[in-house]
């Protein structure tokens, strides 16, 4: 007996770590499975559950959705989308949703996600548009750069694809218009008041587009400066353009010869302005503004909202963009 003790006692770690491995295994599949088997796509009070990827999507799934769904979102407030990695719990969320939304290419992790997924309605939204690619103009050529690989902040969609498509009010109606019809498919007993809602919000969209179209018609300049290049498409749709400190990380300061090539752009566009973004430093726009003689101002992306957002939503924020717009261009 004595002999046999020790040898136990050696053995017994090894074989409740196994035993504890297997358990917790089991009770994983337990708790996924047993969610997945009784995931309706509804929550208790009957509402359209829908799990959205960052807040642009959630915008729209709450505008057209309205009182019949419940909407959670995967990046959280202040959290920079790129950076997301998706949780298990996260991941059982999903699962039980009746309608998953998010943009391919932009969040790797949820990429992920939505092709394991067994929900029924998993709408990539950049089906319902044509993503393009966009880069910085240097000395009148265009000099394009692929977004997933400049640096870490940046967002690339796939084959270097720019994928803020949301900024464009008009491509962002072609988005909630997809999206309704997806909630339409999902939910027939509340189609129509999903395809009313859609129309109210396609309707502001316009309203929006109008006073972008209006209110940067008349400016001394078509250039503005950015520390992120996430403004193309706002930029292609009202004939300006962008131009970002490319291939380098927020936090670190741009290379001599991006400085030289920034101040020659600004002292002949009649720049005024450095743009960055809420969610990132704006130690760049600083370093790139004081060697310029510039001032610093925020251009949202609307990667999300936080108490530091120039407004509670989507219109709002946006229409704070355009009073930046024009007093950086000096719109008339």
Request: aromatic letters at 4%.
């Amino acid at each position: 007996m004595s002999v046999m003790k020790p040898s136990s006692r050696r053995r017994s770690p090894i074989s409740l770590r196994a035993v504890a491995g297997s358990l917790a295994a089991v009770l994983g599949a337990g708790v996924l499975a047993a969610c997945s088997s009784t995931g309706s796509g509804s929550n208790e009070d009957g509402k359209l559950r829908i799990t959205s990827a960052f807040y642009p999507l959630t915008y729209l799934a709450e505008e057209i959705g309205g009182n019949h769904v419940d909407v959670d979102t995967l990046t959280k407030p202040g959290q920079e989308p790129h950076d997301l990695e998706i949780s298990a719990k996260q991941t059982v969320e999903v699962e039980n949703s009746g309608v998953l939304l998010y943009l391919k290419g932009l969040q790797p992790s949820v990429d992920d996600v939505a092709a394991q997924s067994s929900v029924k309605h998993k709408l990539d939204v950049t089906s319902l548009t044509t993503l393009e690619k966009h880069g910085t103009e240097v000395g009148g050529h265009a000099e394009e750069h692929d977004h997933g690989e400049e640096h870490d902040h940046d967002h690339g969609g796939e084959g270097g694809e720019d994928p803020h498509v949301w900024l464009d009010p008009v491509r962002y109606a072609q988005l909630a218009k997809g999206v309704g019809k997806e909630l339409e498919k999902a939910d027939p007993d509340h189609a129509d008041t999903y395809a009313k809602n859609t129309k109210t919000l396609v309707g502001k969209l316009a309203e929006l587009d109008a006073d972008y179209r209006e209110g940067l018609e008349h400016t001394k300049t078509k250039v503005f400066l950015t520390t992120h290049a996430a403004f193309g498409y706002l930029a292609e749709r009202y004939g300006l353009t962008e131009e970002a400190i490319a291939g380098l990380n927020p936090e670190s300061e741009p290379s001599l010869a991006r400085m030289k090539e920034l101040r020659e752009i600004a002292k002949a566009h009649d720049v005024t302005t450095v743009f960055y973004e809420t969610l990132v430093s704006d130690r760049t726009a600083k370093t790139v503004a004081s060697d310029s003689g510039l001032r610093t101002d925020v251009l949202d992306p609307l990667e999300g909202i936080t108490d530091a957002s120039r407004g509670d939503d989507y219109i709002e924020v946006m229409h704070a963009n355009l009073t930046a717009l024009q007093k950086a261009l000096g719109a008339s």
